[in-house]
């Protein structure tokens, strides 16, 4: 079996509505043809020109990614930069690229909601709901099975989710029992965590004077990889792209480079 892009695109739209997006962002088919027939498809958090190849090889006409391989208008299309030399490996491989952003992370499927699910979260809702009733909102808050350390709810955190650090700011002893979290950049949701009254704010990037803004008002803070930490939703993304489509769907998932010098 074998579907247009444009097709594959207007199914997906069920899964994370392209409206759903960030006005800043930049979503939907951003290199390729519409009328580009394809029969498999790819899933990878970021675009590399090594993720581009692999989903080639594999005969991946499309490449569902969650970061944009770019969010401003390009100036121009060289072939000594990152972007040139993705377009062009693109290009010529006739892979389109798709990326699934803040509408992936908004949706009731989404980032936030499949990493509430792995922490096993109760009474899980978003940490500012959406307005649109399509969609599911930002962040999530819920409640674990039972009260724990915080730096026993690290190390489970960190399994759950299978990331390579988790880096924690308060009391490592202090018990912690209601989590509220935001896949990726999320440290300008702290206060809405606060209010939700999160015992610990778990996400991404987070700048030096809201992690001081947030300890003072009482919240422990965790913070992760922002690749990692939303490429665990890549399985689930994959999932319902197979499930909508009925084409099979592949994970690529991005090597860990970093290390502790």
């Given at each position: ?164 650090w988790v880096q924690a700011y308060g009391d490592p002893r202090r018990v912690v029992s209601r989590v509220a979290l935001l896949g ?78």
């Amino acid at each position: 079996m074998e579907k247009r892009v444009d097709e594959i695109l207007e199914e997906v739209h069920w899964i994370a509505p392209f409206s759903g997006a960030e006005s800043w962002d930049n979503v939907g088919l951003l290199v390729g043809s519409p009328s580009w027939s394809v029969k498999r498809i790819a899933v990878a958090v970021d675009v590399t020109e090594e993720i581009v190849e692999r989903a080639a090889q594999k005969g991946c006409s499309l490449l569902f990614s969650h970061h944009p391989l770019f969010l401003h208008p390009l100036k121009n299309v060289l072939l000594n930069t990152r972007e040139g030399r993705i377009i062009e490996r693109s290009l010529a491989h006739r892979v389109a690229l798709v990326a699934l952003h803040t509408n992936w992370d908004r949706s009731r499927i989404g980032v936030n909601v499949a990493l509430a699910s792995a922490l096993s979260l109760r009474d899980v809702r978003p940490l500012l709901p959406a307005t649109e009733a399509e969609l599911w909102g930002d962040g999530a808050v819920g409640s674990l099975d039972a009260a724990v350390p915080l730096r026993d709810f690290c190390a489970g955190l960190r399994k759950a989710w299978d990331i390579s650090w988790v880096q924690a700011y308060g009391d490592p002893r202090r018990v912690v029992s209601r989590v509220a979290l935001l896949g990726g950049s999320g440290g300008g949701f702290w206060k809405a965590a606060c209010t939700s009254g999160a015992h610990v704010y778990v996400t991404g990037d987070l700048k030096y004077h809201d992690r001081l803004d947030a300890l003072w008002h009482g919240l422990d803070l965790v913070v992760v990889d922002h690749g990692e930490m939303e490429e665990w939703s890549m399985k689930h993304l994959a999932m319902a792209v197979r499930e909508m489509t009925g084409l099979e769907t592949e994970v690529f998932p991005l090597p860990r480079r970093m290390f502790s010098a």
